[in-house]
């Protein structure tokens, strides 16, 4: 049975009280805030939610993230910014045993979280690792990767912080983490067995574990909000771990990907950018004729194609999204030339 996009009679800061928030994309591109976020986040703080930033870049301490949003005016604590390298470290350590022997590809924020999680760092495929992680950073070079994939064939156990194929910086989008590790997997013919970013839901959890390890109550799955701008990371990570999602338009997303988007990678709510945090969020509804209707707007399916009433509307997005969901759900064959180009206002 298909899900559609779902409505809210409050706003989202008041609906939910612990917003699992993206940064790549989302509140950042590399350097630079994105547009209308920082605003956005303490508006929503005053409402009463709560803010932990998840993140599956791998290279930067946590303290060093929370002093640049402290610089786009927000009020963050480090144990408030979850890495994939605070998971992937953890991860590692419950998978094999206590001081053993691990090669790093990774920054010192990767470097440390291993060591701080009891286990040994060793250098290169040479010193017998019994296992091998290995994260994202710009310095990364080629002999580095190769010595992970010698590790890796000799044995070791493979393990990765997240596999983005892209990552926003300032001038554009760049090759991610998963970019480097598919290059391992084509010299090795090896799958990691397991990433601690998302799609995987296991930071979201650890979010909300460490929130509550603050003092705070532990907040439940159906109080917390996956958002994010990516939905083959954020989303899918939200949809495998029960959270309810918000996709956002700031990033790598776009209007046609979320109308052509299979079922695990639906969100639940769709926002041009983070100031619908304080907005209610309209449900689409299906009228009896087939018509998708959002407010003002409406959308359908007719002659093999989805058709809307206002390209330039978010809330025709939202009804074109759902007019698509339900047709490739009965077999129509949609694709980007089969659905509207969207050009929305501000």
Not at 143 to 157: I, T
Request: hydrophobic letters at 40%; aromatic letters at 6%; proline letters at 5%.
């Amino acid at each position: 049975m298909t899900r559609f996009l779902k409505g809210t009679d409050r706003t989202l800061a008041e609906a939910y009280q612990l917003a699992l928030l993206d940064l790549d994309g989302v509140v950042y591109r590399g350097k630079n805030p994105v547009e209308h976020a920082a605003d956005s986040i303490r508006a929503a703080e005053r409402a009463g939610m709560t803010i932990e930033y998840t993140t599956n870049n791998s290279s930067r301490f946590q303290h060093v993230v929370a002093d640049q949003l402290k610089g786009f005016g927000l009020d963050v604590e480090p144990w408030q910014v979850i890495t994939s390298s605070v998971v992937a470290a953890r991860m590692v350590a419950k998978a094999v045993p206590a001081g053993a022997k691990v090669q790093v590809l990774g920054a010192e924020h990767l470097r440390e979280e291993v060591s701080r999680n009891g286990l040994t760092i060793v250098e290169g495929p040479e010193d017998h690792p019994q296992a091998v992680i290995q994260g994202w950073y710009p310095e990364m070079t080629w002999q580095m990767m190769a010595n992970v994939a010698f590790a890796v064939e000799a044995g070791a156990e493979y393990f990765v912080t997240n596999r983005d194929l892209t990552i926003p910086r300032e001038l554009g989008i760049a090759p991610g983490c998963g970019s480097m590790i598919r290059a391992v997997i084509a010299a090795t013919g090896v799958e990691p067995v397991a990433s601690a970013g998302k799609p995987e839901s296991y930071m979201y959890d650890e979010a909300r574990e460490l929130n509550a390890a603050e003092g705070h109550d532990l907040v439940p799955k159906e109080a917390s909000i996956a958002i994010g701008d990516r939905l083959d990371t954020d989303i899918e990570a939200g949809n495998r771990g029960g959270y309810d999602s918000l996709a956002v338009l700031t990033g790598v997303t776009n209007p046609t990907e979320l109308m052509l988007a299979p079922a695990h990678l639906r969100p639940t709510y769709v926002a041009r950018d983070l100031r619908e945090l304080g907005c209610v969020q309209p449900e689409p509804v299906r009228a009896e004729d087939g018509t998708w209707e959002c407010r003002d707007a409406c959308a359908w399916f007719e002659n093999g194609s989805v058709h809307v009433s206002d390209a330039t509307s978010i809330d025709g997005l939202r009804a074109a999204i759902c007019a698509a969901w339900e047709a490739a759900d009965k077999g129509a064959q949609l694709d980007e030339t089969t659905v509207p180009t969207f050009d929305l206002k501000d």
